[in-house]
């Protein structure tokens, strides 16, 4: 599959699970900010995207919880290094650049950008061959 | 006491599929208000029929051991009013399923009666109905809830039973 292909695949399954237009569907645009996704909507995605892809996703793989509840990952409401480290550590295809910046904990769902979703299927697709 | 909104389950594939039905009669509590004279189901209470039905199934699914709520309506559109007299089928079926939730995907029909009462009449597609759950015992986040599973209570407990279904639910619980 080419890397339109996923694109147009991923923008899909957004539009669906977000119910937004085509044009708000940008490589950059973050989910929680610019789509509008509430945490109930990476439920929604993650099986959608899973149909329109046929792969497993395991539970954390795409949105891993409990970082930002680790204390020793989070204080003062901002990621500590090590907090950081364990989100990239887990989370390869996220764009960081703008956490590195802000490392507040309302700023992480920035990084769940449509590229790096696009990566992360691409990524998935690679794995199973 | 929770109000149901379903009457019977007609059809149950383990992990798969759900029909259930609902006969809608004049003396409902909402009619009285929606509308006063001439009474419409609302739709948000054809919804939460639906979210009962493909609760139940998602519930089935995971031997009722999870607690399951409903996360989101991801897509629902009616295009019929349901009346008094009139039956609602609903049918689901199991899109995705893991640790965390569930998808479904869901279709509302209606039988109406007609002139001849032994001419019952053809399901007529109303409208779709798609829903996320949510396993409530996987996603509590911090927030604090009832140690009994307060969704598969008792009036559920007694749907699933009168259809025929066997739930394995312990007796006593607390709705």
């Avoid at chain 1, 237009?21 to 909507?41: F, H, K, Q």
């Avoid at chain 1, 099986?47 to 020793?72: H, M, R, S, W, Y």
């Avoid at chain 1, 550590?89 to 920035?110: C, M």
Wanted: proline letters at 6%; a negative charge.
């Amino acid at each position: 599959m080419t890397h339109d292909e996923v694109y147009a695949k991923v923008s899909e399954v957004l539009m669906d699970a977000l119910a937004v237009d085509e044009d708000e569907v940008t490589p950059e645009a973050p989910l929680t900010g610019a789509l509008g996704a509430e945490s109930i909507d990476f439920l929604d995605i993650v099986f959608k995207l899973e149909q329109a892809f046929g792969f497993k996703i395991a539970q954390g793989e795409l949105f891993p919880d409990n970082v930002t509840q680790d204390p020793e990952f989070v204080q003062g409401g901002k990621l500590t290094p090590k907090g950081l480290e364990a989100l990239r550590e887990r989370l390869p295809h996220a764009d960081f650049s703008k956490l590195d910046a802000d490392p507040s904990v309302a700023k992480v769902g920035e990084i769940f950008t449509v590229s790096a979703l696009v990566r992360f299927c691409e990524s998935k697709l690679q794995a199973a061959g | 006491m929770r109000w149901l909104w379903i009457d019977r389950i007609v059809h149950l594939e383990a992990g798969a599929k759900i029909a259930a039905v609902k006969n809608v009669t004049s003396s409902e509590d909402p009619f009285g208000e929606h509308f006063p004279g001439q009474p419409v189901m609302h739709g948000s209470l054809i919804i939460a029929g639906m979210a009962q039905t493909a609760g139940i199934l998602v519930g089935h699914t995971g031997q009722f051991a999870e607690t399951v709520i409903l996360a989101k309506v991801s897509d629902a559109t009616l295009q019929a009013d349901a009346r008094p007299g009139d039956t609602l089928l609903y049918e689901a079926e199991l899109k995705s399923f893991d640790t965390v939730g569930a998808s479904t995907a869901g279709t509302v029909s209606l039988l109406s009666p007609g002139a001849d009462p032994s001419q019952p009449s053809e399901p007529r597609r109303i409208g779709s109905i798609d829903l996320v759950f949510s396993h409530l015992d996987q996603n509590r986040a911090g927030a604090e809830f009832p140690e009994h599973n307060f969704v598969f209570g008792p009036s559920f407990k007694m749907v699933l039973e009168q259809s025929g279904i066997k739930t394995g639910i312990e007796g006593g619980i607390q709705d």
